[in-house]
């Protein structure tokens, strides 16, 4: 009996898969094609309401990317590491919050704010997620 919840379970949520990749709008599929090609094992999920993301490989590391219904890039996010931060950046982290070391760090380019980059840190059983702007200057994404 447990086979057979086990079993239905899966085709349930592979099923569920298949429906979210299908509804994703095709301008911002092709939109993505074009901007990343070769990418592999692309799964998209519904953001918000005019907002699609896609979580993928690519060149051998794991990236997300949003796009617009209408297909228009609003951001991708990519692994960093401390040391590839610009120094205004690792200054001004180090300053601020003496002591810490991020959990992990990520490159987000936007459409509209640039280049930010956010670092990810425990604060006691939470995780706080900090943001940067390249000149150092702590911001909200």
């Given at each position: 009996m447990k086979k057979i919840i086990f079993a239905a379970m899966a085709?349930?949520?592979?099923?569920?898969?298949?429906f979210a990749q299908s509804k994703t709008p095709t301008a911002a599929t092709t939109a993505f094609n074009q901007k990343f090609p070769n990418a592999t094992k692309v799964k998209w999920d519904k953001e918000s309401s005019n907002n699609y993301e896609a979580e993928f490989e690519w060149k051998g590391e794991k990236y997300s990317a949003n796009f617009s219904e209408k297909g228009e890039w609003l951001e991708t996010e990519s692994p960093f590491s401390f040391n590839q931060l610009p120094e205004k950046v690792q200054t001004a982290f180090t300053n601020s919050h003496k002591g810490k070391t991020p959990k992990a760090v990520s490159k987000i380019e936007t459409s509209k704010q640039g280049t930010i980059y956010e670092l990810e840190i425990s604060k006691g059983m939470k995780t706080v997620e900090l943001f940067y702007k390249q000149d150092g200057t702590e911001t909200k994404e």
């Amino acid at each position: 009996m447990k086979k057979i919840i086990f079993a239905a379970m899966a085709l349930l949520c592979a099923y569920a898969t298949s429906f979210a990749q299908s509804k994703t709008p095709t301008a911002a599929t092709t939109a993505f094609n074009q901007k990343f090609p070769n990418a592999t094992k692309v799964k998209w999920d519904k953001e918000s309401s005019n907002n699609y993301e896609a979580e993928f490989e690519w060149k051998g590391e794991k990236y997300s990317a949003n796009f617009s219904e209408k297909g228009e890039w609003l951001e991708t996010e990519s692994p960093f590491s401390f040391n590839q931060l610009p120094e205004k950046v690792q200054t001004a982290f180090t300053n601020s919050h003496k002591g810490k070391t991020p959990k992990a760090v990520s490159k987000i380019e936007t459409s509209k704010q640039g280049t930010i980059y956010e670092l990810e840190i425990s604060k006691g059983m939470k995780t706080v997620e900090l943001f940067y702007k390249q000149d150092g200057t702590e911001t909200k994404e």
